[in-house]
């Protein structure tokens, strides 16, 4: 099993910046597909961005593109969420979410077995 934890949330006002991390034990992140979701008050589970795995390209939700970068460091074994430009429609709980084997090109939480406590974005206009 693989262990997430998330962290680097908080809050900021419209237009700020925050980077949230996802540190992993259990596995080394380049074996893993991993994918940030969020989930905002009120609304479903929603996949934000997926690093490039195994050749392929990034991906992320369209709300997102522009606005936030996804990226791994596989020396520290963790996934980042670099979020410039935050809008108060940003405001979730993100969590990191892993799972072994095939990566799907959108992630969907119903393929992914294993995910982290989560960290609280805040952001007021």
């Known amino acids: 099993q693989v262990q997430l934890v998330e962290s680097g949330g908080g809050s900021v006002q419209a237009g700020g910046s925050l980077r949230v991390s996802c540190a992993a034990s259990g596995a080394a992140i380049w074996s893993l597909c991993m994918a940030w979701f969020r989930r905002s008050p009120g609304k479903e589970l929603e996949a934000v961005a997926r690093?490039?795995?195994?050749?392929?390209?990034?991906w992320y939700v369209d709300s997102v593109k522009g606005r936030f970068t996804v990226s791994q460091d596989t020396a520290n074994n963790t996934l980042y969420l670099e979020m410039n430009g935050l809008k108060p429609e940003d405001t979730a709980v993100y969590s990191c979410a892993a799972k072994r084997g095939w990566c799907p090109f959108t992630p969907r939480h119903s393929d992914f077995t294993d995910w982290g406590q989560g960290t609280q974005v805040t952001v007021s206009s």
């Open positions: 690093p490039a795995n195994a050749g392929g390209s990034t």
